[in-house]
């Protein structure tokens, strides 16, 4: 059954190209109005493409004339396969959601209080600052002195 489906829309698919370029009028020009119906010859009569509905219909000689029987689609599958692809698409869109960073917490208000004292803390600053130049000062001075050393004691031994 399933490869009888198959068989038919491949010759379909095959079909429809040279049926629309047979689509022409007497004087060779393609006609502007598309038919209705598009015919396909298969093994035992034609399958016919509604250009419209997209129906497809199988086409046999029987013993009155010809009758056409709508070919079953597999509805119920393409249905599942459906609910299937929405039900994935809900699940990524959860996962993406629980992947975004979080919102950032508010910020805490500024402290807009304007300082009590500038001129003490400024004061304290400056005399940090005197202590941190001192340091520096004597260690370099220690440092060039431990240097003058050594080159001395280098000099008196060689």
């Not at 490869?3 to 038919?8: E, S």
């Not at 599958?77 to 993406?96: G, H, M, P, W, Y």
């Not at 910020?107 to 803390?121: G, H, M, V, Y």
């Amino acid at each position: 059954m399933r490869n009888t489906r198959l068989a038919i829309a491949l010759a379909l698919t095959c079909a429809v190209s040279p049926a629309l370029a047979q689509n022409q009028t007497p004087d060779g020009m393609p006609s502007t109005v598309p038919s209705r119906y598009t015919f396909t010859r298969v093994d035992d009569g034609f399958l016919r493409l509604d250009n419209n509905s997209g129906q497809i219909a199988f086409c046999s000689p029987h013993s009155v004339g010809w009758a056409c029987q709508a070919v079953p689609e597999d509805r119920a599958a393409l249905e599942k396969e459906i609910a299937r692809l929405q039900d994935e698409v809900a699940s990524l869109k959860t996962q993406i959601s629980a992947l975004r960073a979080p919102p950032m917490p508010p910020r805490p208000p500024a402290d807009l209080t304007p300082p009590s004292d500038k001129s003490a803390e400024a004061a304290k600053l400056r005399e940090d600052i005197e202590r941190a130049r001192a340091a520096v000062e004597n260690a370099w001075r220690r440092l060039v002195d431990m240097i003058v050393n050594f080159q001395k004691d280098m000099m008196h031994k060689s």
